[in-house]
């Protein structure tokens, strides 16, 4: 089965919520002319960051800026993730990714686990508690933000729960470009997976950051990328493809094998920490 992904790769307005969500709203139309099923924005691309200032345009799910993007989604008729600050319980805040549906319905939500303590993120936010695996009819696919990307044990449990694709939206800042897609390639190889990565571009407050969004194929080898200017990104992959790599080389199905023989119970608790929404 083939798949169509728009990334929209934007140079967030910090603090402007309104500009950014009307530069989204564009790429998301944009994307739906050319036949995209699924768009995916950067990390906290509706407020360019998070920071004492900011923190009071976080809402919860059902409101404010999600309430926006559900109804972008349903006019537009295309999945729609990237992250926005979110409301949760007692107070706190977290960096969330949420996967809307086509009609508009929320399909998933995963708050970041991982904070970036570079840009404070430990200050002001709430990491999340669990992973979050999407079923699609296309299959399945993973959510993380940003700074997840250095932890490696998080984009192998998404392999081992069934995931053929990760997707991460990213705010990821000069000059760490070679880590940016050194760890991509490198999670798309390891787990033999589809690598779905957006990143935020051009100068945000005080930071640079270099865009470079990018599609990543189970071998490795990048199909699509951008360089660091504001654009939208369109490509079709095929689905079958991570099944007839996995089946050619087993490196996922060694790795099970040896952790069935050794640790098989401690990753029995982290995979069945995965919410399905």
Same mark, same amino acid.
């Given at each position: &089965?083939?798949?169509?992904?728009?990334?929209?790769?934007?140079?967030?307005?910090?603090?402007?919520?309104?500009?950014?969500?009307?530069?989204?709203?564009?790429?998301?139309?944009?994307?739906?002319?050319?036949?995209?099923?699924?768009?995916?924005?950067?990390?906290?691309?509706?407020?360019?960051?998070?920071?004492?200032?900011?923190? @009071?345009?976080?809402?919860?799910?059902?409101?404010?800026?999600?309430?926006?993007?559900?109804?972008?989604?349903?006019?537009?008729?295309?999945?729609?993730?990237? !992250?926005?600050?979110? !409301?949760?319980?007692?107070?706190?805040?977290?960096?969330?990714?949420?996967?809307?549906?086509?009609?508009?319905?929320?399909?998933? !939500?995963?708050?970041?686990?991982?904070?970036? !303590?570079?840009?404070?993120?430990?200050?002001?936010?709430?990491?999340?508690?669990?992973?979050?695996?999407?079923?699609?009819?296309?299959?399945?696919?993973?959510?993380?933000?940003?700074?997840?990307?250095?932890?490696?044990?998080?984009?192998?449990?998404?392999?081992?729960?069934?995931?053929?694709?990760?997707?991460?939206?990213?705010?990821?800042?000069?000059?760490?470009? @070679?880590?940016?897609?050194?760890?991509?390639?490198?999670?798309?190889?390891?787990?033999?997976?589809?690598?779905?990565?957006?990143?935020?571009?051009?100068?945000?407050?005080?930071?640079?950051?270099?865009? @470079?969004?990018?599609?990543?194929?189970?071998?490795?080898?990048?199909?699509?990328?951008?360089?660091?200017?504001?654009?939208?990104?369109?490509?079709?992959?095929? &689905?079958?493809?991570?099944?007839?790599?996995?089946?050619?080389?087993?490196?996922?199905?060694?790795?099970?094998?040896?952790?069935?023989?050794?640790?098989?119970?401690?990753?029995?608790?982290?995979?069945?920490?995965?919410?399905?929404?």
């Amino acid at each position: &089965m083939n798949i169509t992904f728009s990334l929209a790769q934007i140079h967030s307005i910090y603090g402007d919520e309104g500009s950014n969500f009307l530069k989204a709203s564009e790429m998301v139309a944009e994307a739906a002319r050319r036949h995209s099923q699924i768009i995916l924005l950067p990390e906290l691309w509706s407020t360019g960051g998070v920071s004492e200032e900011l923190i @009071h345009l976080a809402v919860p799910l059902n409101q404010g800026i999600f309430a926006r993007i559900s109804m972008l989604a349903r006019e537009n008729h295309i999945c729609i993730l990237g !992250s926005n600050l979110c !409301s949760l319980e007692q107070g706190k805040y977290g960096n969330t990714a949420v996967f809307f549906d086509a009609d508009g319905s929320i399909r998933a !939500s995963y708050t970041k686990i991982h904070l970036f !303590s570079l840009m404070n993120e430990d200050h002001y936010l709430t990491s999340g508690e669990h992973l979050t695996l999407v079923e699609e009819k296309w299959g399945k696919a993973g959510l993380s933000i940003c700074y997840d990307l250095r932890f490696p044990e998080l984009y192998r449990t998404y392999a081992f729960a069934g995931a053929q694709m990760v997707f991460v939206s990213a705010a990821w800042p000069h000059p760490r470009l @070679h880590h940016w897609q050194t760890l991509l390639r490198a999670r798309a190889i390891e787990n033999q997976m589809y690598i779905i990565a957006c990143n935020q571009s051009g100068m945000v407050k005080d930071t640079c950051f270099f865009g @470079h969004s990018c599609i990543i194929d189970p071998w490795g080898e990048t199909l699509i990328e951008a360089g660091e200017t504001e654009v939208l990104l369109t490509a079709t992959i095929e &689905m079958d493809v991570v099944n007839k790599i996995r089946n050619t080389m087993g490196v996922a199905n060694f790795v099970e094998q040896r952790i069935q023989t050794h640790v098989r119970d401690v990753w029995d608790g982290v995979v069945y920490a995965i919410a399905l929404s």
